[in-house]
T-cell receptor, first 110, second 110 residues
Framework: EDQVTQSPEALRLQEGESSSLNCSYT??????LFWYRQDPGKGPEFLFTLYSAGEEKEKERLKATLTKKESFLHITAPKPEDSATYLC???????????FGQGTTLQVKP | KAGVTQTPRYLIKTRGQQVTLSCSPI?????VSWYQQTPGQGLQFLFEYFSETQRNKGNFPGRFSGRQFSNSRSEMNVSTLELGDSALYLC?????????FGQGTRLTVV
């Protein structure tokens, strides 16, 4: 069964304390892996798309990487405004269907 | 460039009633997908429409239906509402590969 698992479920960091979020997937024929950020009561905000193992993308304090089995979202020197739920999703059939993980809720304390 | 617009933002309905939610995608995007988000199940795929045709469907009962118009705007309908249908309903608009989400419609069934 196609599945996406994110860990940890929740993460508390001090401002400036770097860390990584994990997304592991079991999907046949990955077409793309997506990272989103979601604030409470809002829709997910697109961050990155990764297509093939070894690919990396960066945006401000965030860097996403991809291997054949998992993806990491590295957060460098986080700030309180980075607090949110980070969602990972995969597409395997080139339609609009995404399979989401349960998310990692990040809290960054000043 | 305007984003994805969902209306209404909030709805309160009674068990047994039906409801229609609307989504206007990003201009030029032909794919519209719908998702249900609950605390327990996370984001789950309902269905996708592409050029007015349902292209993919998730594992939801037939009470959940949708359609897409020639201008790519989409509606989803839930009939005979149940308490368990209370959720955030999200619409995603896809151009080439990335899906962009609206702010969602918060449906509460009482």
């Amino acid at each position: 069964e196609d599945q996406v698992t994110q860990s940890p479920e929740a993460l508390r960091l001090q401002e400036g304390e770097s860390s990584s979020l994990n997304c592991s997937y079991t999907v046949s024929g990955l077409r793309g892996l997506f990272w989103y950020r979601q604030d409470p009561g809002k829709g997910p905000e697109f961050l990155f798309t990764l297509y093939s193992a070894g690919e990396e993308k960066e945006k401000e304090r965030l860097k996403a990487t991809l291997t054949k089995k998992e993806s990491f979202l590295h957060i460098t020197a986080p700030k309180p405004e980075d607090s949110a739920t980070y969602l990972c999703a995969v597409n395997y059939d080139n339609t609009g269907k995404l399979i989401f993980g349960q998310g990692t809720t990040l809290q960054v304390k000043p | 460039k305007a984003g994805v617009t969902q209306t209404p933002r909030y709805l309160i309905k009674t068990r047994g009633q039906q409801v229609t939610l609307s989504c206007s995608p990003i201009s030029g995007h032909r794919s519209v997908s719908w998702y249900q988000q609950t605390p327990g199940q996370g984001l789950q795929f309902l269905f996708e429409y592409f050029s007015e045709t349902q292209r993919n469907k998730g594992n939801f009962p037939g009470r959940f239906s949708g359609r897409q118009f020639s201008n790519s705007r989409s509606e989803m309908n839930v009939s005979t509402l149940e308490l368990g249908d209370s959720a955030l309903y999200l619409c995603a608009s896809t151009g080439d590969t990335e899906a962009f989400f609206g702010q969602g419609t918060r449906l509460t069934v009482v």
